[in-house]
């Protein structure tokens, strides 16, 4: 096969190209951190309880000091044995594994300001190991756990990681294989890290290495090397894939990260509603079914339960039964989860009853508006406080709609407090406690937010002018679709248009009544009477090492794709035309004549 460079790609019998003649991505550099926010910008955001001089650090050690048996984490393991698939993690017990695992990484040589990638389902290990990079001041680089071959290079050269942390499978793919076979071109990956067989691939055993040596014991366990690092401080790198053959990330530290949850809270004590008037339980619990490798996954899991002294739910392999089994179990209040998962626990609440009644608020939405007929589904079945949420990596949680009772959707979206929003060529820029501190795109550096930008972030984003304090966001600027993951357009087209009976593919985005944003691949066969398949097609691009959540849910087989006078493709035609088709309808797809080019 060949790559967008023409040059011809070997691929091995368990889908690992050889990127050996690609050219890296640019490695990011220094990171900027909190310090670069004017004096006053941030006494304004910590009087308003938005920042804090503390972590989430210094949460575990203060609930495991108070309450030292409270679960911090209960969860589900698909893989083990039937008896031992729950999981719960008390705050004493996370509070030890956190100082356990932060030596082990100093012994490793991990030491402030050092990456430190994590390739993990949705594990309890996960989260006490993020806790230990912020124990000792290292950034956490999250990395989904189906991310193959080519784009985990990518995300390992682009943030320079010192550590990588894998399971030995997941999913029935050999995280750990995969990534012996790639650590020759990664010279400063100073130690590969295996949950599970480590031995096969000559990598650290994290059983042995980091759960069962007591390191906190040891030289590397001093209190002097376990300060923990200040909110102010780089604490994530967050990877956004999909914008052409280079990746993008933005960073965000302990504050940025927690300011989501105190603007809610801010926001909450404003509000004039029956609801509201009720307390929140003093230790809520949180649910999400997302990866904990994404930014909202992490938040509502991980960040948000431990600033509260609650307590996460984690679900290592998507079942919405299991999911619903968990939330019954254990008394879980609040979930947040995409459209798309919320269709799929609707539906399993229809089917199998459970006991919900603990649950009071859902939270929907994300970078994609949420159906209105879906959240009159969810407020009538789960008969909850239901909101739509939109938000994006370099924003965090930026905006919550509003209403009266349950129904709290449908009147427009309001920013958070502290939250600020312009349009300029109709791209959303945001700034505030909980934006990013910086980005990284297209194989740049890094671009500080207060540096020239007075703290301004492109968000990708495509938006109108709303009324003072609200954003309407219409959909994606430039060449970005999906709605949980950012898809690789540049990389979907290169790899239909190498499929021996494709002659020309566009990929566009098309908005699902039930999942939102999704990409549809549309495609002039090589030969009309012997059209490829969508099956045929995804298969294709997952052999070329597309991740699977990146792939086409959509195929519109055309004679012509639209292009104007100067032959270029016309994306915003097809766009509609998408939009407008209907089942029965002629699948060819306008041409310019039809609808005239812009001048």
């Given at each position: 096969m060949t790559n967008a460079t023409g040059i011809a790609d070997k691929t091995n019998a368990r889908g690992i190209a050889d990127h050996t003649h690609t050219p890296a991505p640019r490695a990011l550099g220094p990171l900027p951190d909190g310090s670069g926010v004017p004096a006053p910008v941030a006494d304004r955001w910590r009087a308003a309880g938005l920042w804090r001089a503390g972590g989430f650090v210094h949460d575990v050690l203060r609930t495991a000091a108070a309450a030292p048996d409270r679960p911090a984490f209960t969860g589900h393991r698909a893989h083990l044995p039937a008896g031992r698939r729950s999981v719960t993690v008390s705050y004493a017990r996370l509070a030890l594994y956190m100082d356990r695992f932060a030596a082990a990484l100093r012994s490793l040589g991990i030491g402030a300001g050092d990456p430190v990638a994590l390739q993990l389902p949705n594990w309890w290990e996960a989260a006490a190991l993020a806790l230990a990079c912020w124990r000792i001041g290292a950034v956490v680089v999250p990395v989904l756990p189906g991310v193959r071959a080519p784009d985990l290079e990518r995300v390992l050269t682009a943030a320079q990681a010192r550590v990588c942390v894998v399971p030995d499978r997941w999913e029935e793919y050999g995280n750990a294989e995969v990534l012996a076979q790639l650590a020759h071109r990664l010279p400063w990956l100073r130690r590969r890290v295996v949950i599970g067989d480590a031995a096969a691939t000559g990598a650290v055993d994290f059983g042995t290495y980091f759960l069962r040596t007591a390191h906190e014991r040891g030289p590397h366990g001093r209190e002097s090397s376990l300060s923990p690092a200040g909110p102010d401080r780089p604490a994530l790198l967050l990877n956004v894939m999909g914008m052409g053959e280079d990746h993008g990330a933005v960073l965000h530290t302990g504050n940025t990260l927690y300011a989501g949850l105190a603007a809610q809270r801010a926001e909450a004590a404003t509000e004039d509603t029956e609801e509201a008037a009720v307390p929140p339980p003093a230790n809520p619990v949180f649910a999400s079914p997302l990866p904990l490798t994404s930014l909202a996954g992490l938040l509502y899991t991980v960040c948000w339960p431990l600033a509260s002294g609650g307590t996460g739910v984690l679900q290592d392999g998507w079942d919405p039964r299991v999911f619903l089994g968990l939330v019954e179990s254990a008394r879980v209040d609040r979930v947040y989860a995409t459209p798309a998962l919320w269709a799929e626990l609707l539906a399993a609440q229809r089917q199998e009853r459970r006991d919900l009644s603990g649950l009071r608020y859902a939270l929907t939405g994300g970078r994609v508006e949420t159906p209105e007929a879906l959240l009159d589904e969810l407020s009538g079945e789960f008969d909850v406080r239901v909101r739509s949420a939109w938000g994006s990596p370099e924003a965090g949680l930026g905006a919550l709609s509003y209403g009266s009772g349950k129904r709290s959707y449908g009147s427009g979206k309001r920013l958070l407090p502290g939250v600020e929003a312009t349009v300029s060529g109709g791209r959303l820029r945001v700034r505030g406690p909980s934006v990013a501190l910086a980005a990284w795109r297209h194989g740049e550096g890094v671009e500080g937010a207060w540096g020239t930008a007075e703290g301004w972030l492109d968000t990708g984003d495509a938006a109108v002018p709303g009324r003072p304090g609200e954003v309407t966001v219409v959909g994606r600027a430039g060449e970005r679709t999906g709605g949980?993951?950012?898809?690789?357009?540049?990389?979907?087209?290169?790899?239909?248009?190498?499929?021996?009976?494709?002659?020309?593919?566009?990929?566009?985005?098309?908005?699902?009544?039930?999942?939102?944003?999704?990409?549809?691949?549309?495609?002039?066969?090589?030969?009309?009477?012997?059209?490829?398949?969508?099956?045929?097609?995804?298969?294709?691009?997952?052999?070329?090492?597309?991740?699977?959540?990146?792939?086409?849910?959509?195929?519109?087989?055309?004679?012509?794709?639209?292009?104007?006078?100067?032959?270029?493709?016309?994306?915003?035609?097809?766009?509609?035309?998408?939009?407008?088709?209907?089942?029965?309808?002629?699948?060819?797809?306008?041409?310019?004549?039809?609808?005239?080019?812009?001048e």
């Open positions: 949980l993951f950012v898809v690789p357009v540049d990389e979907l087209e290169v790899g239909l248009r190498a499929h021996p009976r494709v002659r020309e593919a566009a990929v566009v985005e098309y908005t699902d009544a039930t999942y939102g944003e999704m990409p549809c691949a549309v495609v002039v066969p090589a030969l009309q009477e012997e059209p490829p398949g969508l099956v045929e097609l995804r298969d294709h691009l997952a052999r070329r090492g597309l991740t699977e959540a990146f792939l086409p849910t959509r195929l519109e087989l055309v004679g012509s794709l639209p292009r104007d006078a100067r032959g270029e493709l016309r994306k915003e035609v097809l766009r509609t035309w998408l939009t407008r088709l209907r089942p029965g309808t002629p699948r060819r797809a306008p041409t310019a004549p039809e609808d005239p080019p812009h």
